[in-house]
C-alpha cells in the first residue's frame, strides 16, 4: 500500500470498489479511477460514492483494493466523486480485516472477504403484531353498543374482547375471535386500534434465566480485574495474557472485564475453541447479563445466525460467544475480545486463508480501539513468549479458587504393566481408583485422542494396511462394521478378506474411544458410560445433550477425545485418567511436546474442582519425557524452560517464522515439478540478499494424497516475519498467473499449528 501511495503525481491509481456489500455480492468488483485530490483519503475499507450503472446514479461502495493497473480499457473507468461522509464503518473494519488476511496469511481479497464479512441469509424473520386500542376505553364501550345494537357481530365480539385483555396477538384476533384480517386493517385505518408489529429473534437457550449473583474475587482475580479496569477507563488497550492454573476461576474474571466494557457503552466478543463448551459457556453468561447475549456457532440454524447478526449488528447484543468465525461479529461498538483456552488450536483456520485468530484479533483490536484478553492455564509457547518480551501484559493467577486443591498426579509406566501380564486398557491403577469411584458413586472422565474402534485394519499374513483410495491414510474400524477416513468421509464395509493376499486375516489394531467403551462395558458390568466424539456430536445440540445428562448424574464415566478436557466444570468429577499420553507425544510436529503437555494439563485440571479432592492417571511409555513430569507437576514454567531453549536452537517459532507452501495437483509428477521450480524461483530471488530465507528442500506432505490430490510442502524459515510476508507478497503474483502452474491448486500458510 506504501508503494502505490508513493507514487509519483502523475502515475494513476485504480480502486476495486464492491458497490453491495452482501456476502453473495462479494464477487461482483468495479473498478474507478482516484482523482488526485482523493489520493491521501481512498484507503481499503473507505467508502466512497461513484457514478454507477448507464444513468450514472451516485451509489456507495467500499474500497477493497489499489491498483496502479487497470483490469479494464482505462478510457471506459469512471472516477470515484468523493469520499462518503462518516465512511470509517464497521464494514470498513472488516475489509481492512480482510486485507490482513490477505496479506499475512495469502489468499484472493474475495477469499477473504467471504472469511471475515457475515453471510446475511435470506431468512424470514418471525414477526408479532400486537393490537391496542386507540381510542379510550369509554369511547370503545360506546362503539361496541352501538355495533352490538345493529348485529355487527364479528366487531362485536372481536372489541369486547379487546377491551377485557387490553391487548391481543394477530393470530389470536384472526383464529380464536374470527376477525378477519381486512377488517382488522379497516379498524386501524379508522383509528380505533393500533397494531404494533415486532421481529421475534430465534433465542437458541430458552431455558437460561438472568440471575441476579455477586461473586467476591480473590485476591489475585481482583488484582487482573482492576489492572484491566484501571487501563480501559484511561484509555489503554493492551493486550493481556491471563494465566491461571485450572480452576482458578478466569471466567469470573472475564465477566468482571466485560462489566467494565459494558458499562462504557461498548460491545465483547468471547471466543471458545469447541462447540462442545458452548452450552456451559452461555449459561454462565447468560446469567450474568441475560437477553444482551448473543451466539454464534456452525451448528445454529441459518435463521438463528441470521438473527444473531443482526442483533449484533443493531446493538442488541453487548456480549457475543462463538467459536474461531465469532470474531467476525458485526460488532460496531468493540471494546474488548477475549479468547479462552487460546492455546487451542482450533484458533487456526484450516480453509484458504489460514488464519489464526489469536493475531487476528489484536489486529481487530487496534483497528477498534479495543483490548485483547488470551486466557490459559496452558498458554501458547507464542503467547508467553511474547508476555516474557514486554508485547503482552502478563496476569497471573497461581491458585485454585475457592482454596480447592490441584488434584494428585500419578503416572504409570506402560512398559512394567506390559511386563506385569496385564494386556487391559487399563492399568492396575486406574481400574482400582475407577472401583472406588464406582463405590462411592463419584464421576470420572476418561481422556483417549482418538476415536473410532480401532486405529488402524491391516493384513496379519501379509503385512497390508486398509487404505483409503483418496488419501492417503489408513483406514479407522469402527463396530458398526465400517471402514472410515476420518479426513475425507470416504466409508467401505469392514471385510477380513486381505484384498491383496486374498487370506481372511484382516484385523483391526490399535485404540480408539469405541473401542474403550466396549472395555468399560466388560470390566466394570453396569457401569453408564458417555461417548464424547465427532462420531457421537454429529446432531445439532448433541453436546448439550451429553454434557447435560453427565451433569445430571446420570453416567459414571465421560469418555471422549480433547473436546471433553476443554473448560468443562463438574464438582463431582474426582478422576481423570488419560489413556494414551504418547498418541500426541511422538508425531512429526515440533509442537508435539507442546500439545502433549497442554492436553495433559488441561484432562487433569477436570478433577478435584469442588470440595471433593481429585486424581488423576496418566498412562504413558515415556514417563520421563518433560511434557509428562511438568504435567505431573503442574509446572507450566518448568514446560516452558525446556520447550523454549529447544525452539530457539531449532529456529521455530517464536523464537522464528515459518512460511509453508503447499502445492496440491491430481497428478503426482506436475505436483512434484511445481514444487521444485517454486524452489528454484526462491533460490534465484535470494543470490543476492545478505540475509536469505531458510529454504527447506520441497518433499511429499505428511499426508502425501488426500481427496485425490497428491501434495508437495516447501517450509521456508527466518527469524523477520516481515521478510517472509514480502517472499510470499512476491511470489503470489506469479504463481497465479504463470502458465506453468495451470491446474495446479497453491496455498500459503503462516505459523502453522499441524504438519502438512
Sequence with gaps: MENIKGNEMGEEIFADIIIDISHEALDKVFQYRVPLSLRDAVTPGVRVCVPFGAGNREKEGYVIALKKEPDYDVNKIKEITRVAEGSLTVESQLIQVAAFLKRRYGSSMIQALKTVMPVKSRVRHRQETNIYLAITKEEAETLLAEWERKHRTARARFLGRLLVTGQMSKDEAVKECRFPLKELRKLAEDGVIRMET????????????????????????????????????EGVYPTYLLFGVTGSGKTEVYLHMIGTVLAQGKQAIVLIPEISLTYQTVRRFYERFGGRIAVLHSRMSAGERSDACERIAAGEADVIIGARSALFAPAKRLGLIIIDEEHDGAYKSDSTPKYHARETAVYRAQLAGASVVLGSATPSVESFYRAQQG???????????????????????????????????????????????????????????????????????????????????????????????????????????????????????????????????????????????????????????????????????????????KGHDYANVTLVGILAADLSLFGQDFRSGERTFQLLCQAAGRAGRGDKPGEVVIQTY?????????????????????????????????????????????????????AVRIQKMIEKSQESEADPVQLLNPGHAAIAKLRDLYRQVIYIKHRDADRLEELKSRLEPVLEKHPLFAGVQIQFDFDPVGIY
Design 391 to 565: 508485547e503482552y501484559v502478563l496476569l497471573t493467577l497461581k491458585n485454585r479458587a475457592g482454596n480447592a486443591a490441584l488434584p494428585a498426579v500419578e503416572t504409570v509406566d506402560l512398559r512394567e504393566e506390559f511386563r506385569q501380564g496385564n494386556r487391559s486398557v487399563f492399568s492396575e491403577s486406574l481400574k482400582e481408583k475407577m472401583r472406588e469411584r464406582l463405590a462411592r458413586g463419584e464421576q470420572m472422565m476418561l481422556f483417549l485422542n482418538r476415536r473410532g474402534f480401532a486405529g488402524f485394519v491391516s493384513c496379519r499374513s501379509c503385512g497390508t494396511v486398509m487404505k483409503c483410495p483418496h488419501c492417503d491414510v489408513s483406514m479407522t474400524y469402527h463396530r458398526s462394521g465400517r471402514l472410515s477416513c476420518h479426513y475425507c468421509g470416504y466409508e467401505t464395509a469392514f471385510s477380513r478378506q486381505c484384498p491383496v493376499c486374498g487370506q481372511p486375516h484382516v484385523a483391526a489394531f490399535g485404540l480408539g474411544t469405541e473401542k474403550v467403551e466396549a472395555a468399560l462395558y466388560q470390566e466394570f458390568p453396569g457401569i453408564r458410560v458417555l461417548r464424547m466424539d465427532m462420531d457421537t456430536t454429529r446432531r445439532k445440540n448433541a453436546h448439550q445433550e451429553i454434557l447435560q445428562t453427565f451433569a445430571r448424574g446420570d453416567a459414571d464415566v465421560l469418555l471422549g477425545t480433547q473436546m471433553i478436557v
Design 622 to 674: 515415556s514417563p520421563d519425557h518433560y511434557a509428562i513430569t511438568a504435567s505431573v507437576h503442574h509446572s507450566y514454567e518448568e514446560f516452558y524452560g525446556q520447550e523454549i531453549a529447544y525452539r530457539n536452537l531449532m529456529a521455530y517459532p517464536p523464537c522464528a517464522h515459518l512460511l509453508v507452501i503447499l502445492v496440491q495437483c491430481g497428478d503426482e509428477s506436475s505436483a512434484h515439478l511445481a
Design 198 to 233: 415486532k421481529v421475534m429473534y430465534r433465542d437458541p437457550f430458552p431455558q437460561f434465566e438472568k440471575k441476579e449473583t455477586f461473586v467476591q474475587l480473590n485476591e489475585e482475580q481482583q488484582a487482573a480485574a482492576e489492572r484491566f479496569r484501571r487501563d480501559f477507563q
